[in-house]
């Protein structure tokens, strides 16, 4: 049996951001590593942030940086479907491994979005709470 996951509450926009910088890297082709050295940062800090079950998240002075990276002439830029709603979610996700380069699974895993779960709260204390009944 497949166990489902599930995030915390966070906000649809910080959701958004993520999955765009991952289509910018992977159209770049750089990997997590590489996009974290470009920023200045740890190794892993890119991972973390494409991570379901990390709390790290990009921020305002990350899209600045990210922004002179990807030779983006707006933050706006970072949206192309129009920023989200302000709204939480909370993201339930399963964990499947990763794909070799030859198509065999390897021993790492990766987050494979099941299913967004709208929440009606205005904090994210408050959607927390309410994702957890």
């Known amino acids: 049996?497949?166990?489902?996951y599930q995030t915390k509450a966070i906000f649809r926009i910080e959701y958004e951001l993520?999955?765009?910088i991952k289509i910018l890297r992977d159209k770049k082709g750089w990997s997590q590593e590489e996009l974290s050295e470009k920023m200045g940062f740890a190794v892993k800090f890119v991972g973390k942030c494409e991570?379901?079950?990390q709390p790290e998240k990009y921020n305002l002075r990350h899209?600045?940086?990210?922004?002179?990276?990807?030779r983006l002439k707006s933050l706006d830029d970072f949206f192309p479907n129009g920023i989200p709603e302000d709204e939480?979610?909370?993201i339930q996700y399963k964990k499947v491994?990763?794909?070799k380069a030859d198509g065999t699974d390897s021993k790492l895993m990766e987050n494979v979005v099941v299913e967004i779960v709208v929440v009606d709260a205005e904090t994210k204390a408050?959607?927390?709470?309410?994702s957890k009944k």
């Open 1 to 4: 049996m497949i166990e489902i």
């Open 18 to 20: 993520i999955c765009n």
């Open 51 to 53: 991570s379901l079950d």
């Open 63 to 70: 899209m600045g940086i990210l922004k002179k990276i990807f």
């Open 88 to 90: 939480q979610i909370v």
């Open 97 to 99: 491994p990763k794909k």
């Open 126 to 130: 408050e959607g927390n709470k309410q």
